[in-house]
């Protein structure tokens, strides 16, 4: 099957700064990709590029199969969602969301059923004759989306649609997403920031730093594996350790405990599951996350551990990179 978008070296300039260098993309149908990475690193430019509201300075977008680089968006049978929502205060909730099958020349009678579907599928058909204005910020959020898809557009695209609400609230809209992208089969690409959103919702992450796509891969895989001390760091994880131009990485599972040479504790800091410590180690000061138990292991300021060589994984030190 034509994957739902494909983008080929696609490439921006705004005056001297490059905000997307040579990002090539390709999403399968159903499937959902985040685009994730710093602030400025090039994920609304890549996305905006996609949706048709920035034109490329080089490369190109199909979506399945169709070359639609210069295509305005009306034409690019996709559906979107902004940060901001950009709904329109004053009208009906039903309203605002028949405006996208509307748009699309779909009947009056036509776009209200399109929209009372959308509704259902967000869990908002109790609320179709409220104004926008009488909603909460979730619930906005909600008929945002439920207007991107009522027109049903096989690639919807999302520029960080959880971005304005309380933690909460993202994490129950996170869980209610994911089972609607599941239900629709339609193709997402989200761009985000926030790496739990990304690690719950997407199939594939590609990752993003200063305009380039550094890695991109299955979610678990990028997760697991993160190819650059960069990716790793810039994902959370803490035991990245320079040696010259390459980096050695210890993942958690790595770390042996009540074997080995004894390790001085330079740091103990209880959480909610344990104790955060820092041991002194040849590679470096590393950081472990201990359950109570692992942390009663620790006797008159040291700590017994040795690393499983097998873990351990070397990848290059790109952190002073551009
Ligand atoms: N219209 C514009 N004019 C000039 N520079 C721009 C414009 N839009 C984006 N940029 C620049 O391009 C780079 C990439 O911006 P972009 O908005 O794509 O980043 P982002 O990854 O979405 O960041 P954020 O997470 O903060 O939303 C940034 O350096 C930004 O300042
Ligand atoms: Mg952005």
Sequence with gaps: MLPALETAHLSRHYGAVAAAKNVSLSLAAGETLALL???GSGKS????????????D????????????????????????FQDYALFPHLRVLDNVAYGPRRRG?????AEQQAREALALVGLAELTGRRISELSGGQQQRVALARALAPRPPLLLLDEPLSNLDEQLRAHLRAELRSLFGTLGTAVLLVTHDQREALALADQVALMRAGRVVQVG?????????ATAWVAEF???????ARGDQAVLVPESAVVLGEGEAHRITFRQPDEHGETVKATHPLGELTLHLSR????????????????????RQVPDDRAGP
């Design 106 to 110: 779909a009947g009056r009678a036509q």
């Design 293 to 312: 138990r692992e942390a009663a292991l620790i006797g008159g300021g040291t700590l017994r551990l040795r690393l499983d060589e097998r873990q351990l």
């Design 218 to 226: 299955a979610a678990a895989r990028v997760f697991g594996q993160p």
């Design 45 to 56: 430019t890549v996305l905006r590029m996609v949706a048709g509201l920035e034109r490329p």
């Design 235 to 241: 994902l959370g994880q803490p035991n990245v350790f």
């Design 58 to 81: 080089t490369g190109r977008v199909s979506t399945s199969g169709r070359d639609v680089t210069r295509l305005p968006p009306e034409a690019r049978n996709l559906g979107l969602v």
């Design 37 to 39: 990475g710093p602030s």
